[in-house]
């Protein structure tokens, strides 16, 4: 191509002329490539190209174009940051490079495609773009749709073997470092997620358990890595025909068993090691003898034993969790650890030379040893022998050769590498066992975690090994990118020429073809005496021609490889050995006879081994075991294969597997060594883009079409470029395109066109991007030269007329200015005059005023002076005199007044000290209450004395009254033992004695007396001045109450506003947790209906299981969940509802009972309600029993009345008939009195007829009259409805006074439609009444002729011949429907299963809700429970059968959200609660249930709707989803709004071509949604919620779409955007929905939209985004600043340092670390209470739903 100067070949060099300005990349030492900018035109033959650096370096490039040598080119800067580097318009490194840097330092992007591959650059930090929103934003996109990224990839591999059923691989690669095992981990989590398992073994979650366990076994710390895998692995996820998970396997490759004995500086052993020494001190671990990592030799080597951020602990119980997860037994985990630190204790082992240095010992008290063999279980003396000896076996004899230091120390390290590595294995198989599944594998995806092409200072087998395995897979990648590029050319019926891209067979064939390196190496390790020099000079002599193989120069011990990254030269040294994996055959006989199981199993023969793990394709289990007898007797054929022939075997097979799947590939890139966050190394990224096969990808791209276009996006681009010509006469856009690009390129090689895209050779979308800018040019230089034209004029017009006006105006200011001159000359000669005039005469009199002045003076003051002196004298005399008399009263004073003050200040110190203390004293509120204390203790003394004298004064009196009653008994004893000794002797002593006794007790009792007085009088002082003190300290006591109670009051009040502040902070909080808790239960309420749809897939599986032979498995423990046992009982005054909870229980089972804790919590309930119904019974019937029994007497009266009126009234009848015989004509005939009194009872009965047939016409009448007054309120406020719409509409301009009368109108004529339709219903229902009637009565009639004509001959001729029918009385129907209990499978199948809402469509809205509960209600007033539960039983699982049969159907999911609402309503208003009865009117409260409670039914109720409103909404999102991002982001709305950027990225030819919606689209959806839940009467409600849910989803979606794209964040979008959102606003208005709350959901999203629109350049502008930008989170605001892209080239981007200005004014923000919404977040869903104003009775039931079984009652 060849425009303007401009040229680029197939290398993107420019030849031939080169104007001024192009810019270029030269080649520089430090940052690899470096731009310039040409600032002299270059011509052909020149030698040197003039540049100017980006630092305005001035440079002279010399080039040679003979050799090519020319620079490359740079793409425009609009091109700079794709997501695709294929989209570039000039292919080659520099670009590359610098398009991954931009991507990389000032975007923070880490991925970035590059055709079929994504390039993935470790930024060293944990970057929030991996949860589980993220997992489900990628989810079903197409692969380049969204931002390049880990989940992208492994999405497309999904989709493509769900839509291919072809089984998928991802290859990552990369060196160590670079992130290769945690982008592995990232995909496998994805499959995890996406493709859950469907059963319940939780499969998913055992493939990334198993990660921990590889890491902690096969991850190492190394230079360049702290968690390097030293093991290559590839990981099978099996999958069913549903594409759930089922199962997986894993294969490794050539583990680093170097590693377990040695290792470099500043690295680190396997992981598990460290592990295990950090956990050392648990109980469980004191058996082995494990101490810290420093004290082992094979942990030590490298320094430092720690990581920095890591804990080995806690992530060995992590190690333990997946083992345990993974199903390893803890025993088997404990051998696991002690042949882990088996292997730490033979690293310790201590060797001991003997004095001939050919042999030598271990002591026998070497602890490290004994716990070795004590671990491992094998003897200690054998291992010590072994250890130092060999076996040497020949024909005849076997020797015993003990072994140097060097030789037991290199067995010994060979010894713990098998070891570790026959532990490896053996984890790896019972991984794979874990992860085995029995089911059938319908597909799988691979994904190979691999290192990638190594290349160090000293490099050994294991990196050949690694380079051989990157030559195969960097082939195979070759030849996969080949045959897409082919493809994509035959799609588009593009012609194909062949494209000529580097094979590396050549060098694949000198590595393993025969005779090749690895024939080499096995030839020479099969040789008794070989070395690795032999092998060498081998090497040299047969390869030494090859192209791909070279000999060094200054060695002949190594040899170089020309591999397809690099030129790599391997060290001989030690690839023999390596080769051979060699371990001596005693040691290894000695472990298989442990006394552990586990130890001997890891060392039985590879056969076995095999057959143990057939998954097992890893190749570091097979080893030889050297034998002495070197010939052909090896016991196992497996050990003659060496590690390189097993490397290649399992290589091979994997190769098979990749080539019988699709790749996709993933190359992990490294920024730094240092590991320092987002740190770029330009060296480093190259080198290993080189070798990843990045470049050579672009290679191969470039080489044929690599900018491709679509014919809509062109056209929309470049129509700039076309002339109005052709747009006028094709209409056709792909003939437009055809005719522009023949005329613009004149060379037909450099474009193809395909049948839907344009294909264009390297640099031609450069050109036309060049094309297009000097179009926008010239159109902008020719705006700019005519508006500076019209301003120059403009200018010169003002200047003129300016210069015109100054000129007028000086010179009439320079002709006022001479005039003025003029005149004030003349005064000025005046002024001179007069002046020189009167300045003499001034002189001249002040000279003679000063003379006279002069001498007055000087006269006066001689006078004055001597009269002062005289003076002076005499004053001096008194002054002295006065002076001394003062200051010596002066001096007397101040020490009096001194001494007072003194005097004072010290007694006011000492009186405020006083004061102060008193002070503090009385204010404090201790001495309060010391003062009550105080008291309180002297009241309570006090009270405890005047006790204790009242008990002593009771003792006392009691003691006295004793003491009188003793001494009165003793007076009569003695005056009748007086009066005995005088009847029996009469002697006066004695007399006299007693009498003298008498007295002297009389005198005892009279002083007791005198001191009871005493104690008395004192008692009843004390008893006064105690009372005295207790009035005194009450009174204090109420002083101090009433200062504490207003102390109490003044702190109430304080806290009062304190307190009223806390109620609003608590009410506040209390309303956010009721709402926290109703998501959280809905949330329950989901997750229950997902469980149930999971048991019902379970059952099905189960059912198909059991037809089939084989194995069976048992259901998972859930409960049924159409068991009645999830339904409440009902409250009723039987106690048959208990028997059948418990025959439940032992219908369901035990287990399944014990599970459903609700079921046993409704039983207790029950018994206690079914205990208080018997108590409430009894009472009832002892009540019943009272009335009966009053009853019974009242009836006996009542009848002895009736039968005394009865007589009075024959009497009266008898007296009657007698006065009036002689008025009578038939008086003289006889009266029976029977008959009298029978037709006395017919007057009676007919009185009451007519009076309760008076008091009916009353009733009517004044219902009549309410009527009539309700019609004329009714009328009233119509006339004040409309009188206030007449005002409105006058106030409305003419075009809204006709939309408003229509709408009007509409609304009259839709309420008229619905009153006629009542009105024909009800005329409907008399008619089929009145037909039923006349049925009736015909067939009365007729029964009636037929009996009179049977009876007519024996009629006897007195009777009458009048006959009179009886009237049937027909009830009114009462709002209930009865059936019978077999026909209620008939009428859920009828009502529910079998019915379609057109059906009813034309009927009252919710019909089959009113219908049931009309039933409900007959089941109630029948008391029938049983009825009640299994008819709201079989409606539940009704319903729910029908909305799992219509589970993606919008219309009858509405249906039943609406009836099972309205059923939940009418058993809320007709429940009998006085709080849902307020709206009712008299009729309907006749309707209410009057037997059962049905509240725990309500809530079951409830908790249904809530699974048909999650059923609706998912349904609802399901329809919408897949419109938004079209709709919403990508539709032109606004037609020539957004241009095209030209990216020329190739979608996958594999992903699939979604259909483009617009947002009318979404308008006529929202419409229908909208118009099927009114028509079905859904509560209007609950349909702002259902949009409300909706439209937050369209605004998650839409701002997630938009954070994870780059071509829709520019300008045009955000206006394009906002128009959108306008129009969804606008729909909101339009059906009154603004008030749900929708368009508040939709705030994130037009922040966003503005944000694409605000100027993003001062800090006057980030201040405002901070401010406005207020519902995004500082990541979204970063995350949308990043990847804003201009659109065109004068655009300007939004700079580093604008970004780092808005985070550090978002920096105090709060907020959730996630950057993409939860579109899958559900609002918590209301059901507000919404009674019917329809009766039960005037609801009408079509014959349609043959529902004739259910009677009227």
Known sequence: MEREGVCADREFRFKGPCPKYTRVWIPDPEEVWKSAEIIKDYKDGDRTLHLKLEDDTVLEYPINPEANELPFLRNPDILVGENDLTALSYLHEPAVLHNLKVRFLESNHIYTYCGIVLVAINPYEQLPIYGQDVIYAYSGQNMGDMDPHIFAVAEEAYKQMARDEKNQSIIVSGESGAGKTVSAKYAMRFFASVGGSSSETNIEEKVLASSPIMESIGNAKTTRNDNSSR????????????????????????????????????????????????????????????????????????????????DDASDF????????????????????????????????????????????????????????????????????????????????????????????????????????????????????????????????????????????????????????????????????????????????????????????????????????IFDLLDEECKVPKGTDENWAQKLYDRHGSSQHFQKPRMSNTSFIVVHFADKVEYQCEGFLEKNRDTVYEEQINILKASKYPMVADLFHDGKDTKAGAPGMKGVSSKVNIRSARPTVKAANKEHKKTVGHQFRNSLHLLMETLNATTPHYVRCIKPNDEKLPFSFDPKRAVQQLRACGVLETIRISAAGYPSRWTYHDFFNRYRVLMKKSDLSKKADKKAICKTVLENLIKDPDKFQFGRTKIFFRAGQVAYLEKLRADKFRSAT??????????????????????????????????????????????????????????RIRRAYQMIRGATVTIQAFTRGMFVRKTFRKVLAEHKATVIQKNARAWLARKHFLRFRCAAVVIQCYFRRMKARQELKALKIEARSAEHLKRLNVGMENKVVQLQRKIDEQQKEYKLLNEQLSTNSSAYSSELEKLKKELERHRRKSGDGNQITSLQEEIDSLRLALEEAHGERKIVEDTYVKEKDILRKRISDLEEENVLLKEEKEALNSKILRQSEDEFAQNAAEENALMKKELEEERFRYQNLVKEYSRLEQRYDNLRDEMTVVKQTPGHRRNPSNQSSLESDSNYPSIS?????????????????????????????????KRVRELEQERRKLQSQLEKKENENKKSQVIEMKNEMDLDRDTDLAYNSLK???????????????????????????????????????????????????????????????????????????????????????????????????????????????????????????????????????????????????????????????????????????????????????????????????????????????????????????????????????????????SFWLSNACRLLHCLKQYSGDTGFMTQNTPKQNEHCLTNFDLTEYRQVLSDLSIQIYQQLIKIAEGVLQPMIVTAVLENESIQGLSGVKPMGYRKRSSSTEENTFSLEAIVRQLNAFHGIMCDQGLDPEII?????????????????????????????????????????????????????????????????????????????????????????????????????????????????????????????????????????????????????SLTMDSIHIPASLNLEFLNKV
């Open 781 to 838: 230089i020719m705006i700019q030269k005519t508006v500076r034209g019209w301003l120059q004029k403009l200018k010169y017009r003002r200047t003129r007329e300016a210069a015109i006006r100054i000129q007028r105006h000086t010179r009439g200011h320079l002709a006022r200015r001479l005039a003025d001159r003029l005149r004030k000359t003349k005064a000025a000669i005046v002024f001179q005059k007069q002046y020189r005039m009167l």
């Open 1132 to 1164: 009723t005054s039987e106690v048959g509802d208990t028997e059948d909870a418990i025959q439940q229980v032992e219908e369901i089972g035990l287990e399944k009972a014990a599970m459903d804790m609700t079921l046993f919590l409704k039983l207790q």
């Open 1215 to 1453: 007296e009657s008939n007698v006065n009036m015989q002689t008025n009578w004509p038939n008086s003289d005939k006889h009266v029976d009195p029977e008959d009298a009194i029978e037709a006395y009872h017919g007057v009676c009965q007919t009185n009451r007829l007519l009076e309760a047939q008076l008091q009916d016409q009353q009733r009517e009448h004044e219902e009549e009259v309410e009527a009539l007054k309700d019609q004329i309120e009714a009328l009233r406020e119509e006339m004040a409805k409309q009188q206030d719409i007449f005002y409105q509409t006058l106030q409305l301009s003419p075009e809204a006074q006709v939309e408003f009368g229509i709408q009007q109108e509409i609304t009259r004529l839709t309420n008229e439609n619905l009153d006629l339709k009542e009105l024909l219903e009800k005329l409907e229902k008399n008619e089929r009444k009145l037909k039923k009637q006349l049925k009736i009565y015909m067939k009365k009639v007729q029964d009636y002729e037929a009996n009179q004509v049977s009876v007519r001959p024996e009629k006897p001729e007195h009777e009458l011949t009048r006959q009179v029918a009886v009237q049937r009385k027909e009830k009114e129907f009462q709002g209930m429907l009865e059936y019978y209990k077999e026909d209620e499978p008939l009428l859920i199948r009828n009502l529910i299963a079998e019915l379609k809402p057109q059906a009813v469509s034309a009927t009252v809205p919710c019909l089959p809700a009113y219908i049931l509960y009309m039933c409900i209600r007959h089941a109630d007033y029948i008391n029938d429970d049983h009825k009640v539960h299994s008819l709201l039983t079989s409606t539940i699982n009704g319903i729910k059968k029908v909305l799992k049969k219509h589970n993606d159907d919008f219309e009858m999911t």
């Open 317 to 516: 119980e992590k190690t333990r969790q997946a083992f345990t997860l993974l199903g390893v037994k803890e025993s088997h985990q404990m051998t696991i650890f002690k042949i882990l630190a088996a292997i730490l204790h033979l690293g310790n082992l201590d060797f001991q030379p003997e004095r001939d240095g050919e042999s030598c010992t271990i002591s026998k008290q070497d602890e490290h040893l004994h716990n070795f063999c004590r671990l491992l279980g094998v003897e200690h003396s054998q291992m010590e022998h072994w250890l130092c000896h060999r076996k040497l076996v020949t024909t005849s004899e076997t020797y015993i050769k003990p072994m140097s230091v060097q030789q037991v120390v290199n067995a010994r390290n060979a010894l713990a590498k098998h070891i570790y590595a026959q532990l490896f294995n053996w984890i790896v198989q019972h991984v794979n066992k874990a992860l085995y599944t029995t089911a059938k594998q319908h597909s799988f995806i691979g994904v190979l975690d691999i290192y990638g092409f190594e290349t160090f200072e000293v490099n050994s087998f294991e990196q050949f090994c690694i380079n051989y395995a990157n030559e195969k897979l960097q082939q195979q990648f070759n030849l996969h990118v080949f045959k897409l590029e082919q493809e994509e050319y035959m799609k588009e019926q593009i012609p194909w020429t062949l494209i000529d891209f580097y094979d590396n067979q050549p060098c694949i064939d000198l590595i393993e073809a025969k005779l090749g």
């Open 1584 to 1732: 702002q919620q259902v949009f409300k849910q909706l439209f937050y989803m369209i605004n998650a979606v839409a701002l997630n779409n938009l954070l994870l794209r780059k071509d829709v964040c520019s300008w045009s979008t955000g206006m394009q955007l906002r128009f959108n959102i306008s129009q969804l606003e606008e729909w909101l208005r339009g059906k009154n929905l603004l008030q749900s709350g929708a368009a508040e959901t939709m705030e994130p999203l037009i922040q966003a939209a503005q944000l694409l629109q605000l100027k993003k350049k001062t800090s006057e502008d980030a201040e405002a985004i901070c401010s406005l930008c207020t519902s995004l989170t500082t990541q979204q605001i970063v995350k949308i600043l990043n990847l804003y892209t201009p659109v065109n080239e004068f655009e300007e981007r939004v700079t580093v340092g604008f970004i780092r200005n808005i985070q550090a004014h978002l920096q105090e923000r709060n907020d959730p670390p996630q950057l993409l919404l939860d579109f899958k977040y559900m609002f918590p869903v209301l059901f507000p209470f919404s009674p019917s």
């Open 231 to 310: 093991f290559g692995k590839y990981i099978q996820i099996g999958f069913d025909k549903r594409y759930h998970i089922i199962g997986a396997n894993m294969r490794t490759y050539l583990l680093e068993k170097s590693r377990v004995v040695f290792q470099a500086e500043d690295e680190r052993n396997y992981h598990i090691f460290y592990q295990l020494c950090a956990s050392a001190g648990l109980p469980e671990f004191k058996d082995l003898a494990l101490s810290s990592a420093e004290d082992f030799f094979y942990t030590a080597q490298g320094g430092d034993t720690s990581i920095d951020g890591v």
